[in-house]
């Protein structure tokens, strides 16, 4: 099968669909069509391609952070109680490579005490090490042998990395009792539903014809005839299964979907992290910080672009660090989250 970008109206069948073309829908493509030379396989993604020089080149997206941007997609929750009362606004990638497109974003590893923890067979910690490696072309230190090396998904730390921020930061860290881990995901560093056979969907307006860029197109279905991946993140990929008659029936009832497979998680225990900032007052060089982009101190084009800087391959992003209360913290905040965390959490 050739390589399209646009689905050619002759074709309504392919070997496998994969709805979704973010990391996970793209590396399964990729695995599979290197498994299968001859199966055909659709990739379908709602947003645009993602080359284009604010993804390209990281700094520049940073600086271009924009609620109408069309590489992301904004979702609003309903009122909830644990929230304030208050909605909430969800931002997904809604591009190309999905949320690992759009950067901000870092590569973390569960620690082995959480895979092991599930007790199933199959999913422990070392069984499931192979296929962590199989994944990751791993540029930094692998002094414990539990990274990959020519996998699909490179992990970095970029090429430029304000060393000041990270050096203070360690230090201060390091003083408050924390110790300094140089790979967090080296796992130990701190402690038959019936088979879906295609996908029914319509083009995305934005990539339609002058005139008819505010409505979606005509309803496709496109079969499958071996795989049907579902692969559309953290929010869509239950949404898509609920859609399909996959999940909670009482939901599903409510909706008007039929029942297919009766799986009540499906659509539960979401789980997600949100990002505060914080404004300092410091005496850091414009090269310390992105400062200089987001508030127009540097000309993008004269200071970045002709004199090509390091840091415009930069992220921003200096440190990370996974904090594990005490017991005593976990008292202190009450005996639901107590409960919750001696279920999930503590070893």
Not at 67 to 72: A, E, H, L, R, V
Not at 204 to 223: C, H, I
Request: aromatic share 6%; hydrophobic share 35%; charged share 25%.
């Amino acid at each position: 099968m050739p390589l399209y970008t646009e689905l050619p109206e002759t074709i309504d069948e392919v070997d496998v669909i994969i709805a979704g073309g973010g990391t996970a829908g793209c590396v399964v493509a990729a695995r599979l069509a290197d498994a299968d030379p001859k199966l055909s396989i659709l990739v379908m993604e709602g947003g645009t391609n993602n080359q284009m020089p604010t993804i390209e080149t990281p700094a520049l997206f940073l600086s271009h952070l924009d609620p109408s941007s069309k590489t992301n997609l904004f979702y609003q929750t309903n009122k909830a109680p644990g929230a304030g009362d208050r909605k909430l606004i969800v931002a997904t990638g809604g591009v190309l490579g999905g949320g690992s497109s759009i950067n901000m974003l870092t590569y973390s590893r569960p620690q082995r005490s959480d895979w092991d923890s599930w007790n199933a067979p199959g999913w422990s910690a070392d069984e499931l090490t192979p296929y962590l490696k199989k994944h990751e072309t791993y540029h930094g230190k692998d002094e414990k042998g539990v990274h990959g090396h020519d996998g699909p998904i490179h992990v970095s730390d970029g090429n430029y990395t304000s060393t000041r921020i990270r050096d203070e930061f360690a230090a201060a860290a390091e003083a408050m009792g924390w110790s300094n881990v140089d790979d967090l995901s080296d796992m130990d560093s701190i402690n038959a539903n019936e088979r879906a056979v295609g996908v029914e969907f319509r083009p995305n307006p934005m990539f339609q014809a002058a005139g008819d860029s505010n409505k979606a197109g005509p309803l496709r279905s496109v079969k499958a005839r071996k795989l049907v991946v579902a692969s559309s993140g953290a929010i869509n990929t239950p949404s898509l299964l609920e859609r399909s008659g996959v999940g909670e029936p009482k939901v599903l009832e409510r909706a008007g979907v039929p029942l297919v497979a009766d799986l009540p998680g499906v659509g539960s225990g979401y789980e997600d992290h949100q990002l505060l900032g914080y404004p300092y007052l410091n005496n850091l060089s414009i090269t310390d910080t992105l400062d200089g982009l987001v508030f127009g101190l540097m000309d993008q084009n004269e200071d970045l672009k002709k004199k090509k800087l390091e840091m415009l391959g930069w992220n921003g992003k200096e440190m990370q660090c996974k904090i594990r209360p005490t017991d005593a913290e976990v008292a202190a905040l009450g005996p639901v989250f107590q409960t919750a965390w001696d279920r999930e959490y503590k070893k």
